[in-house]
């Protein structure tokens, strides 16, 4: 293995790393609190198939069978729910590019 091999390995390790540990904490609110570089390209909860959506890390994310719906009502398992403003975060604007 070469040495850009080398550095490669180490980066995507050091991203693995830090999505740990963001796993391992609530997750962000806020979309500048994700993680940057490489990390940012990862899938929280791990790669897809490796668990269900409610096991592991992204059950904190809330329920699979949330749904939002146009008029702006909230379900859980078909359930409208009471209070849907619980389950809304803050709107995440289109970025300036």
Not at 21 to 36: A, V
Not at 78 to 97: F, H, T
Request: glycine letters at 12%.
């Amino acid at each position: 293995m070469g040495e850009r091999e080398q550095d490669e390995a180490r980066d995507v390790e050091a991203a693995k790393e830090e999505m740990h540990r963001l796993e391992e904490g609530d997750p962000p609110q806020k979309i500048e609190e994700w993680p940057e570089g490489r990390a940012k390209y990862l899938t929280y909860g791990g790669p897809e198939g490796t668990s269900g959506y409610d096991e592991g890390p992204t059950r904190k994310l809330g329920p699979s069978s949330l749904e939002h719906h146009e008029d702006g009502s909230v379900s859980i398992e078909g359930e409208k729910v009471d209070d849907p403003e619980r389950y809304k975060g803050e709107r995440i604007e289109d970025s300036e590019e």
